[in-house]
Nanobody, 125 residues
Framework: QVQLVESGGGLVQAGGSLRLSCLAS????????TVWFRQAPGKEREFVAS????????YYADSVKGRFTISNDNAKNTVYLQMNSLKPEDTAVYYC??????????????????WGQGTQVTVSS
């Protein structure tokens, strides 16, 4: 029903930048909210940022505020995560997830049925 494909991960030095992309394709499901999560080895999957196509509301984890920017390109069905001033602690597999609206627990990974395969981001010190 919904396919999400992430790209743009890689290896970067601390202080560098990367831009992740999440391309969505859906047949019977309307994607409104796209969320980025990340998961480091041995840790739980954590919320990073989210955006709504319909009203543009965005939210960020405190750990990335001021460094990461999430944006929509509705014409391309793509959501971007621009990551600047990267730190070694940003190292993780980054996943995008999709929903048809913001729900009350939208920062919880358990709220999402549709996920991409993930893209690795490694920040060296």
């Amino acid at each position: 029903q919904v396919q999400l494909v992430e790209s743009g991960g890689g290896l970067v030095q601390a202080g560098g930048s990367l831009r992740l992309s999440c391309l969505a394709s859906a047949r019977t499901f309307t994607v409104d909210v796209t969320v980025w999560f990340r998961q480091a080895p041995g840790k739980e999957r954590e919320f990073v940022a989210s955006t709504s196509r319909s009203d543009g509301r965005t939210y960020y984890a405190d750990s990335v505020k001021g460094r990461f920017t999430i944006s929509n390109d509705n014409a391309k069905n793509t959501v971007y995560l621009q990551m600047n001033s990267l730190k070694p602690e940003d190292t993780a597999v980054y996943y995008c997830a999709a929903a048809d609206a913001y729900y009350w627990d939208f920062q919880s990974a358990g709220e999402y049925k549709y996920w991409g395969q993930g893209t690795q981001v490694t920040v060296s010190s």
